[in-house]
């Protein structure tokens, strides 16, 4: 992206408190991008945990990624509904208007995760994990955002100034050996996002598949044997069938993780890193899916493309 980009925000899941949504724009704005906010990103309904009418919501989504005056659509926030709408959207008509646009990309996560992994598999498109506009890493206090966060987003939205920053984590929970790799590396495309979102869509059109790339991890408030269960869902399901290495984010509110995940995941045979800041909590370090990344575990580490220019299929 550069300055004078037009970036359209949108609410697909739940409402944004308004104050937050304001700072937000603001914090965009002074980066020198056009903010237009999505005619019903401020909607509410009887279900409150919706930013309004599914259709409300779809149709703001599919006229930001159409409109080709717009480089890239922000979500405001996670929460719950964005698997609502994958039924809504005309897949037809938004890769129509991606080839004739040219790239752009969505940038969310948390319940986000159900958009990144549809427009992967119906758009073939790379789509930005990082934090939401209306969240508080961006728009929290008159302040400012949360550096690190900030940083990590200008860099993945304009380019770094010297060089792509590897996110580093703090644990290896598996060295690996996949075949073919020397131990201790993976490269590969990366996908995943929320555990939660992740395991509610096997079954469905948009079944996640980890195959020859690096599937990212991450979930909030769940209890250790609720991610279990989810990760049980996903390996039964084959969604981690040829997967090369497994990066794994924040656990907010999860207790202790660990044991968990190393045992469900270690005997994969595929590299580990874990405790990696990206997710919830702070800070918020951002990550391209649907390009190439590549696992260290010496420096327990995941490096990633900054631009959409290094897709790899």
């Known amino acids: ?37 999505g ?36 979500c405001c926030r996670g929460g719950y509904g964005a698997g609502r709408l994958l039924e809504l959207l005309d897949w037809d008509a938004m ?5 004739a646009a040219g790239p752009k990309t969505l940038l969310g996560s948390s319940d986000i995760t159900a958009l990144h992994n549809a427009f992967a598999i119906e758009l073939d498109v790379p789509t930005l994990h990082g934090p939401m506009i209306a969240c508080d890493v961006i728009a929290g206090d008159d302040a400012g955002p949360e550096p690190l966060t900030w940083e990590s987003l200008r860099e993945a939205l ?41 395991a509610s869509m096997c079954g469905t059109r948009w079944q996640p598949s980890f195959a020859d790339g690096i599937a990212f991890l991450e979930d909030v408030g769940e209890e250790p044997y609720r991610i279990d269960r989810m990760l049980t869902q996903l390996l039964q399901a084959g969604a981690f069938d040829g997967v090369r290495g497994i990066a794994l984010g924040s656990w907010v509110g999860c207790g202790d993780p660990y044991p968990v995940l190393e045992d469900r ?23 391209w899916f649907g390009a190439l990344g ?20």
């Not at 929970?173 to 939660?196: D, H, I, K, M, Q």
């Open 39 to 74: 005619a019903h990103a401020l909607d509410r309904q009887d279900l409150d945990y919706l930013a309004g009418a599914d259709a409300a919501r779809a149709a703001d989504l599919q006229d930001a990624w159409c409109d080709p005056a717009v480089s890239a659509v922000f």
């Open 158 to 198: 304009f380019g770094p100034d010297e060089g792509v920053t590897p996110v580093a984590g703090d644990r290896v929970l598996a060295p690996g050996s996949a075949e073919g790799r020397a131990e201790g590396r993976a490269e590969g495309v990366v996908r995943g996002g929320n555990l939660s979102l992740l």
């Open 1 to 37: 992206m550069r300055p004078g980009d037009t970036v359209a925000i949108v609410s697909p899941s739940g409402p944004p408190n308004p104050e937050l949504l304001r700072r937000g724009v603001e914090r965009l704005e002074g980066l020198g991008l056009k903010v237009v906010v």
């Open 95 to 99: 890769r129509a208007a991606g080839r």
């Open 294 to 313: 590549v696992i260290d575990t010496e420096s327990c580490s995941l490096t990633g493309s900054w631009g959409m220019g290094e897709q790899a299929r």
């Open 265 to 287: 995941l270690r005997p994969l045979g595929v590299p580990i890193v874990a405790g990696l800041p990206v997710g919830h909590g702070t800070p918020q370090m951002s990550v």
